[in-house]
């Protein structure tokens, strides 16, 4: 108190202000606080950046190897006596050849390339080391074959899939130290990498097939990839958008602008709020329990995806419906009502284009929440099917078992093999561009249609 | 600007257009409109003064249904238009508001072009067969709000790019484009500037020739300049109603001398 009796002119003498020249005390505990307020939200901020920063970091440093994948080019013949033995190029019969017909083929211009490497090693048996090489190649060199009967007879370089040891080692996950207790690779196969990455039979490169792929059996991570999972998402989502912004439109447009303000609606406007909230794990269940056991539509499907995320979806496309059709002045309403039109002509001429941006905003930012969803997806099946096929057709696309993105992502990372778990992170990249393109989208759409008034 | 002269001239049909009997408006409990009956000439302008909050607007409102838009609004008595009863459950309001239009207090054009915001109305209503009608329907609603001449070369540019009290003709050139018969102004030129007010009460007088309008206004000179009938309204109640000369020189009721006089209100 000592301090406002020196500021005060002495007693007697009421003077209320000093000199504007000099701040008074009671202006400088003032001025201090609002500067610590200004400090504490300048914090917060920086705290969120910080986090935001690591998060991105993490994400790309962890993600972007995935989008690499290691090669092995091999000379490897093709000797017709083995391969088509009647002579007649005749597929069927090529067919008959199976996948461990091709095995012997590789496992010799293995060794050739070895030898033409000059590594010395103790490992000479083609079998072990095939197992440089994806448990898949056999298969790979299969289909190539199959693709083109013409190279029977000839020796031809294919390029084939690395295992994911080989794949870790190039990308410095797998390391001599570790493949001491790894069953699948021993560090001398190691040696041999060495060899053939300097004549250039084993590259690293940017891979497609992790974007457009299928996913892969648990022993074949190197094969696995994102693109069919897209699809299961893609169907999801036109199932969502189809029923979500009509239904989502038409029940805010009639909550919004017809019905009448009773206890009735009041209730509805409620719960619509409430179900924004709810979990969205319920919704799975639901759509288990509607969909799949009582409406017996297939399950893992994306069709039944796309319903439960529609019911997910819904509650925030209604709520931001409304809240744009609110933000049309009712200058407008009259206006339209003045000169004669009726209640839906004012609405479906004059407020909802105006409202627009706002309802196209609301329904790629709910869309966007759909996509990234992964709960329900666990109980209507969609996680854990390993979406091996492409769907054939759109009937397919929607009705067959398939996975998607988030469910993809989250299937990986339950995997033992690391390179399931890189993967992963390759997979939240690809999900992320996704959503930053969606909203970016939005944004645009709202800088787009938006009017002035 | 306009003299005393508009409000001597003499009014120059007896026809009654709108007769309302015992109006009593509610806004869920409370009360807002109190027995008002009052008989509107065709052909003239009548004023609805009178304090804030003192019922004039919401009056105004109910004789084109606009209150019917409200929900806890609720209407009793008769208001008959051409002996017709506006109430009447076989009336739909959008019809009515056909014949009957509005300009409202603030400039609200759509944010369309000016074209398109003048042409809504003869389109929702089917008045022009085809578009060198609609363009014949514009043109002369334009001008006889008074405002073709400065938007006639940029009838495509959006109503909202024109300045306030164009923006207000051009509302009720929107409003006459689909030949009503009678005009409710709810305080016109509240938002104008006293030019634009003076243009806006001109086209008033003029429109006067075809329409029967009905103008609420604060503006106590604004009723004397434009209104032949004036009507002041205090607290929900018509206190009084007769030729506008004779509520503003020799007004009968004490509550309408303090007002015009400036002492209530």
Partial sequence: MTDTNTSMAPAGEPKRFGSLLEQSDRTKRRNAKEKRFRLYGVAAIAVGLIFLTALVVTIILNGIPAFTQTHMTLQIELPADKLDKKGERNLADIKKVSTFGYNPLIDAALVRAVTEAGVETDITKGKDLRDMLSSGAGAQLRNAVLENPDLIGTTHAFTLLTSSRVDGYMKGRVTRVSLARDKNLTPEHLNIVDGLVDTGAIRRSFSWNFITGTDASESRPEQAGMGVAMLGSFFMMLVVLVLSLPIGVAASIYLEEFAPQNTFTDFIEVNISNLAAVPSIVFGILGLAVFIQFAHLPQSAPIVGGLTLTLMTLPTIVISTRASLKSVPPSIRDAALGVGASKMQSVLHHVLPLAMPGILTGTIIGLAQALGETAPLLLIGMVGYIATNYPDGIASGFLDPNSAMPAQIYEWAKRADPAFYERAWGGIIILLVFLVTMNAIAVMLRRRFERRW | ?265
């Avoid at chain 2, 004789?63 to 609720?74: E, F, G, V």
């Avoid at chain 2, 086209?203 to 300049?225: N, P």
């Avoid at chain 2, 205090?234 to 007769?242: K, T």
């Fill in chain 2, 1 to 265: 600007m306009k003299d005393n002269i508009i409000s001597e001239m003499d009014v120059t049909t007896d026809k009654i257009k709108i007769s309302a009997r015992d109006v009593q408006v509610y806004y869920g409990d409370n009360h807002a409109i109190k027995d008002v009956s009052v008989e509107i000439q065709d052909k003239t302008v009548t004023a609805f003064i009178g304090p804030s909050g003192c019922g004039k607007s919401t009056f105004l409102r109910c004789i084109n249904r606009m209150n019917d838009t409200i929900d806890i609004c609720r209407v009793e008595g008769d208001i008959l238009i051409d002996g017709e009863d506006i109430y009447d459950s076989n009336v739909d309001p959008v019809q009515l508001r056909a014949k009957v239009g509005m300009v409202f207090q603030k400039p609200n054009p759509f944010p369309k072009s000016i074209y398109d915001n003048v042409a809504y109305g003869p389109r929702i209503h089917g008045l022009a067969r085809n578009k060198s009608e609609l363009d014949d329907i514009v043109e002369r609603a334009l001008k006889r709000a008074a405002i073709w001449n400065e938007v006639k070369d940029r009838l495509h540019a959006p109503g909202t790019g024109l300045s306030g009290g164009q923006q207000q003709r051009l509302c009720i050139a929107r409003a006459i484009a689909t030949e009503p018969e009678v005009l409710l102004m709810d305080e016109p030129c509240s938002a104008l500037d006293p030019i634009a007010t003076a243009q806006v009460e001109e086209l008033i007088d003029e429109l006067r020739q075809d329409y029967s309008v009905v103008i609420v206004t604060h503006s106590m000179q604004q009723a004397a300049r434009v209104s032949q009938k004036t009507a002041f309204f205090h607290l929900g109640n018509l206190v009084e109603y007769g030729e506008t000369d004779k509520i503003f020189t020799s007004p009968e009721d004490p509550r309408t001398e303090s007002y015009i006089t400036g002492r209530i209100g």
